[in-house]
């Protein structure tokens, strides 16, 4: 009774919604919901608040939930030891990525060689990301800035170099390149706080003493290349993000290093399980070349 109770608390914190917890372990809400309840009163501990917006783990549950994390992974490397192909994956993966761009070539590689695993993504800016994967609510993260984080274990995945984006009919269509000066008084669309791409256009912008003129700001990258599209204004993205549309213009951008390097991560706890070693696999064979777009499923 204790592990099914334990079984359902992880569920609910994994999930950080009882409704979705019982989807995933197949039960009704109140089955679920008694499960819990009985676990928080065997030992006199809350181990969730709840409020209007869902639930989030006191101290003593975020203690427990480091534990059971341990439980479920420890009862994944026992599955695999009693199963009769430990080759081929199978299971759930959760991850969270800062955008679609890379991992969708490394997804279709994994799942061609791992076709019984069921990959589970969810998609933010490089803060949201980060904090998904330390508070254990995913198994593997796509991300820059987190290759010297004590508590996580990150391999380079892709180098990435900045390019202006422009609408088709601007007067820098045309150009083989641009300098960042000439976006002085530009009208340029803008990412929201907590963006490492937007942090990184600042600094970049001002060490040559230019402020960018931020006529919009939007919550995605998506929708900032549809702003561009739009003729709303510049924007700077990545290149693999401005091969996702045919709407805008891409111009590279002269004599700059704004670049970033993306990362697949895990907490150092888990890099053991099997499953999450079997996509960091898949992820060492991607091109080590950031020109080679053909590898990334791009073309």
């Not at 003729?231 to 990545?238: D, F, K, R, S």
Request: hydrophobic share 40%; net charge neutral; charged share 25%.
């Amino acid at each position: 009774m204790i592990y099914t109770q334990i079984r359902a608390f992880d569920a609910v914190a994994r999930e950080g919604s009882f409704s979705r917890a019982a989807e995933v372990l197949g039960l009704t809400q109140p089955a679920l919901t008694i499960q819990v309840r009985s676990l928080e009163e065997r030992h006199g501990l809350k181990l969730f608040e709840r409020d209007a917006r869902g639930v989030r783990l006191t101290q003593a549950g975020e203690r427990l939930f480091t534990l059971s994390r341990q439980l479920a992974s420890l009862e994944e490397q026992i599955d695999e030891t009693l199963s009769v192909s430990s080759e081929e994956q199978r299971g759930q993966l959760r991850l969270a990525v800062d955008g679609p761009q890379i991992v969708m070539g490394l997804f279709a590689k994994f799942l061609a060689r791992h076709p019984r695993v069921r990959l589970s993504v969810s998609t933010g800016n490089t803060q949201v990301v980060r904090q998904k994967l330390l508070d254990r609510h995913v198994d593997v993260g796509v991300l820059p800035l987190i290759f010297d984080h004590p508590r996580v274990h990150a391999v380079t995945l892709w180098h990435h170099r900045g390019v202006l984006i422009t609408s088709r009919s601007h007067r820098f269509v045309g150009r083989k390149t641009v300098k960042l000066e000439e976006l002085e008084n530009e009208p340029m669309i803008g990412r929201e706080d907590g963006s490492t791409t937007q942090a990184l256009i600042n600094a970049a912008l001002g060490r040559i003493g230019i402020k960018p003129r931020i006529v919009l700001e939007l919550g995605s990258r998506e929708a900032l290349i549809e702003a561009v599209a739009s003729g709303l204004g510049c924007g700077i993205v990545w290149e693999l993000e401005a091969l996702a549309s045919t709407r805008v213009q891409a111009i590279p951008i002269e004599d700059d290093e704004l670049m970033t390097t993306d990362y697949i991560a895990c907490l150092k706890s888990e890099r053991e399980r099997s499953i999450v070693k079997a996509i960091f696999a898949e992820a060492a064979r991607m091109p080590a070349d950031r020109r080679d777009i053909t590898a990334l499923g791009w073309m």
